[in-house]
């Protein structure tokens, strides 16, 4: 008879993660219970509440679980724009589906909805930490600060977009991609300012 392996506590969190992630893309923020998890992980409902203390910990450590992930992936890419290997567009889509596809908006949502603002606490500061790593303060405060903007206006577009994003843009008859066009032009320009800067 096959044995399981027994797995460390850092694995079992990331494996339950991964589980939560999948089912918050498949049946939304709601769906994201300790049973569901532990369901879907081969858990005690027990073992669960030993790694994140209660549902609300669940979707705290998801919140940052995704906030690491998708960070990490808009970090490369806009060091790969910056290289030339990539373009402003990538850096948005990105963004963009972080929340759209990801569920990053639904879950942001459904916090707030259900009072537990200080889950978003960790998608915030993990934002903030990948601005400031791509733009150290002491290089250059008013480049950090126009990278704050940016990220602000792109991130404040994504998540209004994954909120109610399709259906003002059809009420209105404007493209789906209205907003993700309009990030691109703001990144855009950002760009075309920070290169004349540092020629100049």
């Known amino acids: ?43 005690t409902h027990a073992n669960l509440l030993h790694h994140f203390g209660s549902a609300a910990g669940l979707q705290r450590d998801l919140a940052a679980h995704l906030a690491n992930t998708v960070c990490e992936t808009v970090a490369e890419a806009i060091r790969a724009s910056r290289a030339g290997l990539g373009s402003p567009r990538e ?22 909805a259900t009072g537990h603002e200080d889950a978003i606490e960790p998608l915030i500061e993990t934002i903030h930490g990948m601005v400031d790593d791509l733009h150290p303060e002491e290089e250059n405060h008013e480049e950090t600060m126009a990278a704050h903007r940016v990220t602000h206006t792109v991130v404040l577009l994504a998540l209004g977009q994954s909120l109610i994003g399709a259906p003002l843009a059809k009420s209105l008859q404007l493209p789906a991609s209205v907003a993700r ?20």
């Open 1 to 43: 008879m096959a044995t399981r392996k027994r797995l460390s506590p850092e694995e079992s969190r990331a494996i339950a993660l991964q589980a939560a992630r999948s089912l918050l893309i498949e049946a939304g923020p709601q769906a994201v219970t300790l049973k569901a998890v532990g369901a879907r992980v081969g858990r």
């Open 91 to 112: 850096v948005v889509d990105l963004a963009f589906d972080a929340f759209e596809r990801e569920g990053g908006g639904a879950l942001v949502s459904w916090m707030l």
């Open 181 to 200: 066009d309009i990030a691109e032009q703001f990144v855009t320009q950002s760009l075309a300012v920070r290169a004349q800067t540092v020629e100049s």
